[in-house]
T-cell receptor
Framework: DGGITQSPKYLFRKEGQNVTLSCEQN?????MYWYRQDPGQGLRLIYY???????QKGDIAEGYSVSREKKESFPLTVTSAQKNPTAFYLC?????????????FGEGSRLTVL | DAKTTQPTSMDCAEGRAANLPCNHS???????VYWYRQIHSQGPQYIIH???NNETNEMASLIITEDRKSSTLILPHATLRDTAVYYC????????????????FGKGTLLTVNP
């Protein structure tokens, strides 16, 4: 079935370590996004990519990095520079040809820094 | 993109209609109204969107006022599985130029469907 797969679902990391969250989609979508969600809060945009080999910072990009080497993949690295990385991370994609750009979300990755 | 205002929480009895309001008084003429919902610890799910006319699909109906300053999402027969946070978002159409790939999610409305 077509969809977005995020892995791992749960991840623990020690302070000072970088960690990479995987996001893969087989929907043939051009645009992909990473959001962060803290308890009781809405979603905040970290990075987004409209096309392969191109990406833009969202509202809270500091301490994060991304790459978009393939259309179907948009990994997010949470670096040691991110001061409060414990959160729920959501990846999404959308089709560039659609006028209204409905977002399709993965099931999320929950990162806990020990 | 225009801001939206939603109640923090609402309750609804199972089997009754759930009416979730959203204010978007600064909406522009080329901005769509979107609704998503998020069941606890899952990714948000698209429900419906509209521009001016009322819309209906298998999940819900969207009623947009004539001045487009507010809208209501209607779940006609709420079930326990409809308990979720519902997000109302406004955004320009993707072919309008600018940063039109972004959707900004606020805190939404926590709808609790009670047995």
């Amino acid at each position: 079935d077509g969809g977005i797969t995020q892995s791992p679902k749960y991840l623990f990391r020690k302070e000072g370590q970088n960690v990479t969250l995987s996001c893969e989609q087989n929907l043939n979508h051009d645009a992909m996004y990473w959001y962060r969600q803290d308890p009781g809060q809405g979603l905040r945009l970290i990075y987004y990519s409209q096309i392969v080999n191109d990406f833009q910072k969202g509202d809270i990009a500091e301490g994060y990095s991304v790459s978009r080497e393939k259309k179907e993949s948009f990994p997010l690295t949470v670096t040691s520079a991110q001061k409060n990385p414990t959160a729920f991370y959501l990846c999404a994609s959308s089709a560039s040809g659609a006028i209204t750009g409905e977002l399709f979300f993965g099931e999320g990755s929950r990162l806990t820094v020990l | 993109d225009a801001k939206t205002t939603q109640p923090t929480s609402m309750d609804c009895a199972e089997g009754r209609a759930a009416n979730l309001p959203c204010n978007h008084s600064t909406i522009s003429g080329n901005e769509y109204v979107y609704w998503y919902r998020q069941i606890h610890s899952q990714g948000p799910q698209y429900i419906i969107h509209g521009l001016k006319n009322n819309e209906t699909n298998e999940m819900a109906s969207l009623i947009i006022t004539e001045d487009r300053k507010s809208s209501t999402l209607i779940l006609p027969h709420a079930t326990l599985r409809d308990t979720a946070v519902y997000y109302c978002i406004v955004r320009v159409a993707k072919n309008s130029g600018g940063s039109n790939y972004k959707l900004t999610f606020g805190k939404g409305t926590l709808l609790t469907v009670n047995p």
